[in-house]
């Protein structure tokens, strides 16, 4: 397994910082002691993000007597960080094989089993666990969270606030509450009048942030908002520079003349459609609308399979060179282990289906490696007026996406990546398809209709009644996808003007807004 982190480019080669001989004195006692503070520290690495020390601790702490069980559930949880998701599966299935989990076991398990789309299980996973622990308020939680992602959002809010009565301290449950729109007058009270703790304060200024959202004020939703990503922003850094030098990489390397001497390889069993374009921009709906075609389309979601197994190989060939400067020695044997190990990840822990979506939207940077990996591939970009996106984005407050901390650099980087994305479509012509979000909803039909037509799937009337398909929604537009088209979505950020300012003067200066 990796030991990198996909959060940014600067994180991805982090090393170990903790050596630790974790071989239990001699002695029951002094056993049971030693292997508390070894567990205690991996815990502590990986509640800083270091995961290769948490790893490695992890790996030692596996071949130790009487601690496999205890290794296995640090390193689910590293891969579980690490958005890996092939390694949470068969790490999952190891520490399952030793026993029957409890509740310290079930959380990692269930959202190994979560990050492979496997809900069915981890909700049978959870509830077995709960039996035997009914009072475990971050287990109700789990639970929670998993009832929205399969459409029962009652249910949902029944777990979430069963999860508050038994643990008051937690927080995060009104952050999902808050994204179902179930947070109450009572919930803004507590919350804006409780002395919270710094480590749920994230949670809590989000969801204020959106029960002021659902009152219109606008204001008082901002401040909030602003306090967040004040807290997240340290944690999650982001470079503008590396951004801008990427795009500037992408066009000069990946010219119409350089993708025609990368070697084409024939069609793999699966086919794939990378879903591709700014987070908010409306990749869930495009995954929604194709699975409503009637014919088996699997999903694997924002999956990151491709992007490690890109570092992955870059690491053992080539020295960790970057991309997109990596794309000049991929031979061959390369692109074809490539696509072997991309469809064996795809169809071992996501879906068998003949075609899937992938829409996991970093794929933006490597569509020209990915077109000539997968030739019968469809690309689809899903485009939003910007400042929709600006606004719905920063409204989110991801704890992963560095650029979305900040006005300006959201607008940054919808610039550059509008850039690349224009790039591969002057070089790549008739390979990807732009479905714009407002076309979508005012002329549905027709636009999807040349969605479907593109992909290579049959068409129903059922496309254009999308929010009745049935099927687990992982991403923040879980209830969005569930409803009908509606108006109310386009021009969101018209009310947030003035406060969007930063975005806009950005946009300017690029020539975007006039």
């Given at each position: 397994m990796s030991t990198t982190s996909p959060r940014g480019e600067a994180q991805l080669r982090k090393l170990a910082?903790?050596?630790?001989?974790?071989?239990?004195?001699?002695?029951?006692?002094?056993?049971?002691?030693?292997?508390?503070?070894?567990?205690?520290?991996?815990?502590?690495?990986?509640?800083?993000?270091?995961?290769?020390?948490?790893?490695?601790?992890?790996?030692?702490l596996r071949k130790t007597d009487g601690l496999a069980s205890e290794g296995l559930r640090l390193m689910v949880l590293v891969a579980v960080a690490l958005r890996r998701p092939r390694d949470a599966w068969q790490l999952a299935s190891q520490l399952l094989a030793t026993g029957v989990p409890d509740a310290r076991t079930a959380m990692p398990l269930a959202e190994a089993l979560q990050l492979c789309n496997r809900h069915g299980d981890a909700l049978a996973l959870v509830d077995e666990s709960l039996r035997d622990a009914p009072g475990d308020a971050n287990l109700r939680n789990l639970r929670g969270r998993l009832l929205a992602e399969q459409n029962d959002p009652a249910g949902a809010e029944q777990e979430l606030r069963r999860a508050l009565r038994l643990a008051p301290e937690l927080y995060s449950p009104y952050r999902q509450l808050a994204l179902l729109g179930r947070l109450t007058t009572e919930d803004m009270t507590r919350l804006s009048t409780a002395a919270i703790p710094t480590a749920g304060q994230v949670d809590a200024w989000m969801a204020l942030a959106a029960g002021y959202r659902q009152q219109g004020e606008v204001v008082q939703e901002f401040e909030y908002l602003h306090r967040a990503h004040a807290l997240v922003r340290p944690m999650d850094a982001w470079e503008p520079e590396e951004e801008r030098q990427m795009a500037r990489d992408i066009e000069a390397q990946f010219t119409a003349a350089f993708l025609e001497k990368l070697p084409a390889l024939p069609a793999g069993r699966q086919r794939p459609i990378f879903i591709v374009g700014m987070p908010r921009s409306g990749s869930t709906l495009a995954e929604q609308i194709l699975a409503s075609t009637g014919t088996r389309v699997g999903a694997a979601g924002e999956s990151q399979v491709f992007p490690w197994l890109l570092l992955d190989l870059s690491r053992r060939r080539y020295g960790e060179m970057d991309y997109p400067q990596l794309a000049t020695v991929l031979t061959r044997g390369d692109l074809?282990?490539?696509?072997?190990?991309?469809?064996?990840?795809?169809?071992?822990?996501?879906?068998?289906?003949?075609?899937?979506?992938?829409?996991?939207?970093?794929?933006?940077?490597?569509?020209?490696?990915?077109?000539?990996?997968?030739?019968?591939?469809?690309?689809?970009?899903?485009?939003?007026?910007?400042?929709?996106?600006?606004?719905?984005?920063?409204?989110?407050?991801?704890?992963?996406?560095?650029?979305?901390?900040?006005?300006?650099?959201?607008?940054?980087?919808?610039?550059?990546?509008?850039?690349?994305?224009?790039?591969?479509?002057r070089v790549l012509p008739g390979r990807i398809h732009a479905l714009v979000y407002e076309e979508v909803v005012a002329k549905p039909e027709p636009?999807?209709?040349?969605?479907?037509?593109?992909?290579?799937?049959?068409?129903?009337?059922?496309?254009?009644?999308?929010?009745?398909?049935?099927?687990?929604?992982?991403?923040?537009?879980?209830?969005?996808?569930?409803?009908?088209?509606?108006?109310?979505?386009?021009a969101r950020w018209k009310p947030y003007a003035a406060l969007l300012e930063p975005a806009r003067r950005v946009l300017s200066d690029a020539g975007v807004l006039s």
């Open positions: 910082r903790t050596q630790l001989n974790v071989t239990p004195a001699p002695g029951q006692a002094a056993k049971r002691v030693a292997a508390t503070e070894v567990v205690r520290a991996g815990e502590r690495c990986l509640a800083a993000e270091d995961f290769a020390g948490a790893l490695q601790i992890g790996e030692q074809e282990q490539l696509q072997r190990d991309y469809l064996q990840t795809i169809s071992e822990v996501y879906t068998q289906s003949p075609v899937f979506v992938d829409k996991q939207f970093t794929n933006y940077k490597y569509i020209g490696l990915l077109a000539r990996i997968f030739p019968d591939a469809r690309f689809v970009h899903t485009v939003r007026e910007p400042l929709d996106i600006i606004l719905s984005t920063y409204q989110l407050v991801f704890r992963t996406l560095g650029f979305s901390h900040d006005l300006e650099h959201l607008a940054q980087a919808w610039v550059d990546r509008a850039r690349i994305m224009a790039h591969w479509h636009t999807l209709r040349a969605l479907v037509e593109f992909c290579g799937l049959p068409w129903t009337d059922k496309v254009l009644r999308f929010n009745e398909t049935e099927r687990t929604v992982k991403t923040a537009s879980q209830m969005q996808v569930r409803k009908p088209l509606y108006q109310s979505s386009v």
